[in-house]
């Protein structure tokens, strides 16, 4: 026999799944069914509803990065919002000749190359494989308290199709010193082609130790006009500036571990940094050996500049060409020792037989023993501390230095093939690529180009233009990607970390069986479950509620499934039928027991 508590605590089980059923039912079908007539009833009698007002939302800018690529770039696409209510999500469209391409999320999480999480710039990226070369628009999409405004402020970024073309092919390109020609200023590039093969077959390969290590270079041009801006400077007219950033994505379409900016120009001018620029007027073949001795083989200039220079001592310091006293730096060659080298305070090996002093046939025997030794080196010493893999995808990744300090300006990925990097020199730094694992799987060294040497004068008895040294550089630097990268890692010669840049949005590691930070059950369900916290509010139907979604966000979070709503009524009247029976069970027996 049951007692009184007994069946008190019963009772109130029943009340409250009595409760609970109802409340299903009224939640489910119920309210659903009074507020569509009362909807229906006040549009019968005032027309339809009107709809919410947006928030007040401020573009502050929109970017695709980078706003040209070839065909394989993968773009990253940028928003900067204000906005006073809360956004649940924000969608790029991409569109070519009116029809849309793609549509997807960009994020504000710090992981899609949105700088920081919740600081309102939203960023995710597209790739451009397969797709059509052209101009392509996008637009976005802003969902904001549940309502989607689309704003018809749109970027513009077009796609071309890679056109780099042999000139002189010897080989696979992992085995050769590959060299690049781009052109600059020309309308008819066939006369481009001819001066290429011209600065080679009348310039390069006529100079030891070059012409015997013909076997050992490809040659290539990219067989369509750039823009890099280049310019003859203001005050010393034989010297070029070009865009470095501009020139290196245009010439990445072809394997370049140097690149040969040639302009149209038919006059004296050119320049080196960390490529060649020469004008194609006479002797331009001359003026591009001489500065490939820069760029290629780390040589300084032995003309004098007849300038007071205290900043270019220490940098002539690492050119094997350049000595600061005396000459034991060339011991058991058979050369002199002779003052001036680009300063007067330096010296040199010989007194005017060097290309690198004036235009004559020849390098000088240091000179030259040094390129000899690069050459020699090319295939058995690498200089990367691991080997970079023949990758189909390269990073093209942006630098800045000024007044000393390094700045990684942006990343992005293009369909290319990093250099080797098989010439070893001194660098000033030395780049990092880490796995998702914490594992270091690339490196390699570079410098900032901060010397820009204009050529050597035309008459020898004439005083040079100095080097440049530039306090303010802006360059890009292209690298091996990796599907599996997750950061890069800048490191001084002293071993000490000074920039990091997260490249794990650039990985393509959906399909590896784990969730990685950039990826969500949008862009990989392969990977990522939906009804797990991925930092997106997948806000569309599709009978998964989003934990990520505020109240009222996801119309699958408002409203039970149809299938467990019917199942919570038939177990809470089920269980309601039972108590009852015990209930009345229990009266029976206090009655006749």
């Not at 699958?556 to 029976?581: H, N, Q």
Request: charged share 20%; proline share 6%.
């Amino acid at each position: 026999m049951m007692n009184k508590k007994a069946v008190a605590v019963i009772a109130v089980v029943a009340l409250i799944g009595i409760a609970v059923a109802a409340s299903v039912i009224a939640y489910s079908f119920i309210i659903p069914i009074v507020k569509e007539s009362l909807e229906k009833a006040e549009g019968e009698v005032a027309g339809p509803l009107p709809a919410p007002v947006p928030a007040e939302i401020t573009i502050k800018s929109f970017n695709v990065y980078p706003d040209k690529g070839q065909i394989g770039t993968v773009f990253k696409f940028s928003i900067e919002l204000a906005s006073e209510e809360k956004i649940y999500s924000v969608n790029a469209e991409i569109s070519r000749l009116g029809e849309t391409i793609k549509i997807f999320p960009l994020y504000d999480d710090g992981l899609h190359g949105d700088a920081e999480a919740g600081d309102g710039i939203y960023a995710n990226v597209w790739n451009s494989e397969n797709e059509e070369e052209g101009i392509y628009d996008a637009k976005i999409m802003i969902n904001s308290a549940g309502n989607p405004v689309e704003h018809k402020k749109t970027a513009a970024f077009s796609i071309f199709r890679e056109n780099c073309a042999p000139l002189i092919f010897n080989g696979n390109p992992d085995d050769k010193i590959d060299i690049t020609f781009v052109p600059f200023g020309y309308s008819n590039l066939d006369k481009f082609s001819q001066d290429a093969l011209s600065a080679i077959n009348k310039g390069l390969m006529t100079y030891e130790p070059f012409s015997s290590n013909q076997d050992k270079f490809n040659f290539y041009i990219v067989n369509q006009t750039g823009d890099f801006n280049c310019k003859r400077d203001d005050s010393i007219k034989s010297l070029i500036r070009c865009n470095d950033t501009e020139v290196t994505a245009f010439a990445s379409q072809c394997p370049s571990d140097q690149i040969i900016v040639l302009l149209d120009y038919e006059e004296f001018c050119g320049s080196a940094s960390s490529y060649v620029m020469a004008c194609n007027g006479e002797p331009f073949e001359q003026v591009v050996v001489h500065e490939l001795g820069h760029a290629l083989g780390g040589l300084g200039d032995e003309y004098d500049y007849s300038a007071d220079y205290p900043s270019y001592v220490l940098l002539a310091s690492n050119f094997p060409n350049c000595a600061i006293e005396g000459c034991n730096k060339w011991a058991g060659f058979n050369v002199g020792c002779f003052k001036g080298c680009g300063i007067s305070s330096l010296y040199r090996p010989t007194e005017d037989d060097c290309i690198m002093n004036r235009y004559v046939d020849t390098f000088c025997p240091v000179c030259r023993k040094h390129i000899e030794d690069l050459l020699s080196n090319y295939i058995s010493k690498p200089q990367q501390l691991m080997p970079a893999p023949a990758y189909e995808k390269t990073y093209l990744i942006d630098f800045s230095y000024e007044s000393g300090k390094l700045n990684i300006k942006d990343i992005y990925v293009t369909k290319s093939k990093a250099p080797d990097r098989k010439i070893s020199r001194t660098a000033d730094y030395i780049a990092k690529i880490f796995s998702f694992d914490k594992k270091e799987i690339y490196s390699f060294n570079f410098s900032a180009p901060r010397v820009l040497f204009p050529p050597p004068p035309l008459n020898s008895n004439e005083t040079g233009p100095p080097a440049i040294i530039l306090d303010k550089v802006e360059w890009t630097i292209l690298a091996a990607q990796f599907d599996n990268a997750s950061t890069l890692e800048i490191y001084d010669k002293e071993q000490q970390k000074v920039l990091s840049a997260d490249v794990g949005y650039l990985s393509n590691s959906c399909g590896d069986g784990i969730c990685e930070a950039h990826e969500s059950a949008v862009e990989c369900p392969a990977d990522c479950r939906a009804d797990v916290k991925d930092g997106l509010c997948n806000y569309v139907e599709n009978d998964i509620c989003d934990p990520d979604c505020p109240l009222g966000a996801d119309p699958d979070c408002k409203r039970l499934s149809p299938l467990l709503t019917a199942a919570l009524i038939i177990i809470s009247i089920a269980a309601v039928i039972i108590i009852i029976i015990l209930i009345l069970r229990s009266s029976v027996f206090k009655t006749y027991g």
